[in-house]
Structure formats: C-alpha cells, structure tokens
C-alpha cells in the first residue's frame, strides 16, 4: 500500500504587469536606466534641447521686417515646437525598447505596464521642463517676444505640451513596428492638429465642420492658452480651462499607453 504523497507547498507566483500597483521606487529607477541611456547619445540630447530653439530663432529673424507677425504667432509655436520634438523623439526611442526586447524583459520582472509608462513620463518630463525653459527664455528674453501676460505662464503651457507629445509618442509606439513607421504617424497625429489648431486662421472662421473637429483636439487649447498669456496680464479662467485640457489629454493618453503595452515584442 503506497503512501499518500505530501503536496509541494505552492510556489508564490508575481502578478501579471497589468495589475501590479504603480511604485515610486520602480518608476523612479525607470526613469532614471532611460536618462542614463540617453545621455549616451547626444544627438537625441541636441534634437530635444536646440531644434525648437533653432526653429524660434529662425522663425524670429524671417519676420525681421515685421516683429508684430512673430508676436502674433512666436507664442503659439514655443508651445508646438516642444510637442513634435517630444513626440518624435518618445515614440521612436519607446519603440526600440519593443522591438529589441528590452519591454518584455522588463515586463518579466517586477514591473508594472504603470510603472514603465510613468517612468518614460517622469525621464521625458523632466527633459521637457529643460526644453521649455531653453525656448522661453530665448524667445522673450533674447529674441524680443512681446507678451502681455506673465512669461511663466507661457512656460507652463510650453511644459503641457511638450509632456503631451511624450504621452501621443509613447502611445503611437504601441502601432508602429520599425522606427520609418513611427515617423509616418507624424502626418497622422500632428499635421491635422497643426492645421486646425488656430495658428493660421481662427478656428471660428473654419468652416463649422472643421471647427468642431478642432474643438476635440488638444493642441487647439495649447494654442488657446498661449494667445490667453499673449493678449491678458492676469491669468483668465479661459487660460485656466485651457491648461486643464491639455493636462488631462496627456493623462488620458498615458493611460492609454499602458493599456496598449504587451510582454510580446514586435
């Protein structure tokens, strides 16, 4: 008569990545193994910090003739330059961690989908602020731009959109399986955005159909904010409305980044 045979105590098994809860001390280290890696490459470092500062420049000395048109428009574009850089640079170097494996290694480990996509927020973020603050300051304090309102607020709206790029960059990597394709979606995410945001004609004097659309895209209320600081001394309740829009797409849209990140690599 064979004994019965006692059963293996039961192994303690990690949560999958989607409900694991966020942690301070994961998202920090995230972000810091992503600003270690790239301060290992300079280029994407001069991409971010000079490109919208090389943009306000030149576009300050193509109106040369008439400083009011770069008044007029300067604001609108020191929040829009930071939002493509930050897009551009955030989807191709979150897709390299898809493709070459380096996601689903880390999503292996103890490592929440909340912890990655606010880790990626945090290092971006804090390159964002640098960014911004770079721009600003050359374009009210060297090139002249001529604001009513306080130039803090210009760099808080400047701050919104750059993080809002980083969140559209992190989400757009999830569809894109090489870095050509995440470039592509630039025309798709961006250039409707920029056309109908108000920087070429106010967004009433579209026609109605346009202008609805413009209504539900965050970049119309980034230029909003920044014609708000342009035109008023005080901070408005426009202003106010504008900058929570534009801080709640960049939250929506990281929430929908982790929603779409997956442990198998492209």
Not at 101 to 129: C, H, N, Q, S, V
Not at 176 to 198: H, K, N, R, Y
Not at 199 to 206: A, G, S
Request: net charge neutral.
């Amino acid at each position: 008569m064979t004994t019965p045979t006692a059963l293996a105590p039961a192994r303690p098994t990690t949560p999958p990545a989607s409900t694991r809860p966020l942690s301070l001390s994961r998202t920090t280290a995230t972000a810091t193994r992503v600003l270690r890696q790239l301060s290992h490459d300079p280029r994407t470092i001069a991409l971010l910090m000079l490109i919208p500062c090389v943009m306000l420049f030149l576009l300050r000395y193509v109106f040369d003739g008439s400083p009011r048109t770069f008044d007029n428009i300067g604001a609108s574009l020191l929040g829009i330059f930071p939002l493509i850089t930050m897009f551009l640079v955030t989807s191709i170097a979150t897709l390299r961690e898809r493709t070459s494996g380096t996601l689903e290694r880390l999503l292996a480990m103890p490592l929440g989908k909340g912890d990655l996509i606010a880790g990626y927020a945090l290092a971006f973020g804090a390159l964002a602020i640098v960014q911004s603050a770079l721009a600003t300051g050359l374009a009210v304090w060297f090139l002249g731009l001529d604001v009513t309102g306080s130039p803090w607020l210009l760099l808080l709206v400047a701050l919104l959109d750059a993080l809002l790029g980083t969140a559209l960059g992190l989400f757009v990597s999830a569809f894109a399986a090489s870095e050509f394709q995440a470039v592509q979606f630039m025309p798709a995410v961006i250039f409707p955005q920029l056309l109908l945001c108000g920087l070429f004609t106010p967004r009433d004097n579209m026609h109605p159909a346009l202008e609805a659309v413009s209504d539900v895209l965050p970049m119309s209320y980034a230029v909003d904010g920044m014609n708000e600081v342009l035109r008023h001394t005080d901070m408005t309740a426009t202003f106010i409305r504008d900058a929570l829009i534009v801080a709640g797409c960049a939250l929506l849209v990281l929430a929908l980044g982790a929603a779409t990140l997956k442990r198998r690599t492209a």
